[in-house]
Structures are given as C-alpha cells and as structure tokens.
C-alpha cells in the first residue's frame, strides 16, 4: 500500500478577494500584489519537497499562484474539476445587503443537509461534488503521484476536504481557509487524515511595501 501526500493549498489572494466581490468559476481574475508575494513566500517554504504532480483548475488564479513549482519541470495538469463553485449570475459584482441574506441563507441551507440546493443561475454542492470524483480517483489511483500539490478555491476545496475525508458535505464549512492556506493530507488509498490544517506559517512575514501600500489605497 503506497502512502500519498497531498499539498491542498488555496490560490493567493485577488482584487476581488480583497475588496469581498464573489468570485465564483465565472471569474478569471488574476493574483494582486499581495497574492503574488503569497505565492512567493509558499514557494520559498515548499520549493524543495519533491512534487511529482501538480493539479490546479482552469482558472489562472491558481495557475498564478503555483507558477514556480511550474517553471522547476513538474508535470502540472489543469482541470475544470477542480473549479470553484458557481456562485450564480451576480458573480464579479458588488454583494447588495439582499444579495448577502440570500447567501447567508443558502449556506444555512447546506449546513442543514440540503446540499442538492442549488444557488440561482449557480451550481449545488453536490454538483461540484460530482465534477471532483474523476480528479480524486486519478489522484488516489496514479501510482506514480505519490507527492501531490493541488491548488484550488475555497468553497471547492471544502468539498474536497470533504470527499477525502468521509464527511458529509453539510460539514464542509468546519475547513476554514485563508488565500495560501495549506491542508497537508497524507494516507494511502482512500484514508486520509489531515497533518496540516489551514496552515499559514509560511506567511507570517509576507507584507507590501509600504509605498505599494499607499499607492493601492489611492486606487
């Protein structure tokens, strides 16, 4: 039985991240400033365990943020199973106070077991569930990809933490994430436990300048 570990991180931060406009699969927004010095900094911390595989969703978010593990020649896939969740046809936008109820009210839902609801104009859990497995299965079942790092979004990756380790997907808002978050994964075959959980150490020295800084807070 050959033991797998799996890197779990989450992209480094965006505009949208840093401004709280919900991103969701239909936005193709790019690392900011302070997600590239994020992305920086996991590198620096991470770049000398040997990953034999990397996976990230089709969204240059995720691409941006593992670029240097890239760039080093380990083999990298890209796969839509991996995007975040469709968060509906406000996607990108300013959140209204009822546009936010309505979210709210919808992860209540889900917290109660409900997780076949769907947002409006948006996907279900279950249904991101569904586009996980193909990636799961290979990701358990490559017998050379022992070493894996994995870079996704946030209510996605709860639900992969989720399918990996046997909870049902009403659990899956007890993963907290943070943008460069870590979630170090190892086991073997389909039991996994968690040895690193919503780890940012490999942050704590990750500021901007001070007059990058300034010049952000003008724009």
């Not at 570990?5 to 969701?24: A, C, E, M, S």
């Not at 894996?148 to 659990?171: D, E, N, T």
């Not at 979630?183 to 990058?212: C, I, Q, W």
Request: hydrophobic share 35%.
């Amino acid at each position: 039985m050959t033991s797998k570990k799996i890197y779990l991180i989450r992209h480094g931060q965006t505009d949208f991240n840093l401004q709280g406009i919900v991103q969701g699969s239909g936005v193709d927004s790019s690392l900011n400033a302070m997600g590239r010095l994020q992305a920086k900094a996991f590198f620096e911390a991470y770049h000398s365990v040997a990953f034999d595989k990397i996976y990230t969703s089709t969204l240059k978010r995720t691409h941006e943020t593992v670029a240097d593990f890239i760039r080093l020649g380990t083999p990298h896939e890209s796969v839509a199973g991996l995007n975040e969740i469709s968060w509906g046809s406000n996607e990108g936008q300013k959140i209204t106070p009822d546009e936010d109820a309505y979210y709210h009210w919808m992860l209540q839902q889900w917290q109660g077991g409900n997780t076949s609801l769907r947002i409006k104009g948006g996907e279900s859990p279950d249904e991101v569930a569904a586009r996980q497995l193909p990636v799961i299965d290979k990701i358990i079942n490559s017998k050379d990809e022992n070493t894996i790092l994995v870079c996704m979004h946030g209510r996605a990756m709860r639900i992969l933490l989720c399918q990996l380790l046997h909870y049902p997907l009403k659990s899956m808002d007890m993963f907290e994430h943070a943008n460069l978050c870590l979630y170090l994964l190892e086991g073997a075959e389909n039991l996994f436990s968690v040895r690193n959980y919503n780890d940012t150490s490999h942050l704590k020295n990750v500021k901007l300048p001070e007059m990058e800084m300034e010049e952000r807070s003008i724009l």
